[in-house]
C-alpha cells in the first residue's frame, strides 16, 4: 500500500481497524475523542488528564520546528468546518480549538441502516479544507497538520463526561480564560446555558 492511505482491516461488520503509526478503531455508532495537531508541535498535556503524554502525535513522525499558532481567524475557520458536517454527517457534543491542536468529541451519523459515515473520511475533509484556506491566507506551503490523529472510542457515559469536561477546561487549564465556557473556539451544543449554569453557580 501506498501513499497516505493506512492500511485497513475489517474486523466485523461494525468493528473496522485501520493502522498507520497509530491504530484508528472504528465501531458503529461510537462516540470519539479525537485530537490533532499542527504539524511539528510536540503534543505535551498535563499529568492527572488520563491522556496520553504524546496524545495526537505519532511516534515515528519526525520533530520540527515548532509552527506558526493558528490566529484568532484561523481558529474560526477550524471551528466552522468541524461543524460544517454537525447533524449531517456527525454529531458534535463538544470541541475546542486551541492555538496549536484541537479535540472534538463527536459520533459519526448513519448514512443507511448499519452504515455509518467514516471517521477517517470525515476528518480527512476537515483537516485537508482547513490546511488548504489557512496556508492560502499564509500564503505558506506544505502541511499544516500532523498526518496522523489521535482517536479513542468512548466506552461508557463517565468517560464521555470526563472527555468533555477535558475538552471544556482545555483553555481555562492553559490560562487563555477564566472559565472554559468563555472561550470562543469552545463549542458545544447547549454552550449559552452552559455560561449561565456556571454564572449561577
Not at 98 to 112: C, G, I, Q
Not at 145 to 169: C, G, M, P
Request: with cysteine.
Amino acid at each position: 500500500m501506498s501513499g497516505d492511505q493506512p492500511e485497513r482491516k475489517t474486523v466485523s461488520a461494525d468493528l473496522t481497524i485501520s493502522q498507520r503509526d497509530l491504530p484508528h478503531w472504528q465501531v458503529g455508532g461510537a462516540t470519539y475523542f479525537i485530537t490533532f495537531r499542527l504539524k511539528g508541535h510536540p503534543g505535551s498535556e498535563a499529568s492527572g488528564t488520563g491522556l496520553p503524554a504524546s496524545e495526537g502525535v505519532s511516534p515515528v513522525e519526525p520533530a520540527e520546528a515548532t509552527p506558526h499558532p493558528l490566529t484568532p481567524a484561523e481558529r474560526t475557520i477550524v471551528m466552522k468546518a468541524i461543524l460544517f458536517w454537525h447533524a449531517r454527517k456527525w454529531s458534535v457534543d463538544a470541541l475546542t480549538v486551541m492555538p496549536d491542536h484541537v479535540h472534538v468529541l463527536a459520533t459519526p451519523l448513519e448514512r443507511s441502516p448499519g452504515d455509518w459515515f467514516s471517521l477517517t473520511e470525515l476528518m480527512h475533509s476537515v483537516k485537508s479544507f482547513t490546511a488548504h484556506r489557512i496556508q492560502r491566507h499564509r500564503r505558506a506551503s506544505g502541511a499544516l497538520w500532523q498526518s496522523e490523529r489521535y482517536d479513542r472510542v468512548n466506552r461508557d457515559e463517565h468517560e464521555f463526561y470526563q472527555k468533555a469536561t477535558y475538552i471544556l477546561e482545555n483553555a481555562q487549564r492553559k490560562g487563555l480564560v477564566e472559565y472554559g465556557w468563555e472561550y470562543e473556539w469552545f463549542w458545544c451544543p447547549g454552550k449559552e446555558q452552559l455560561g449561565n449554569r456556571v454564572r449561577r453557580g
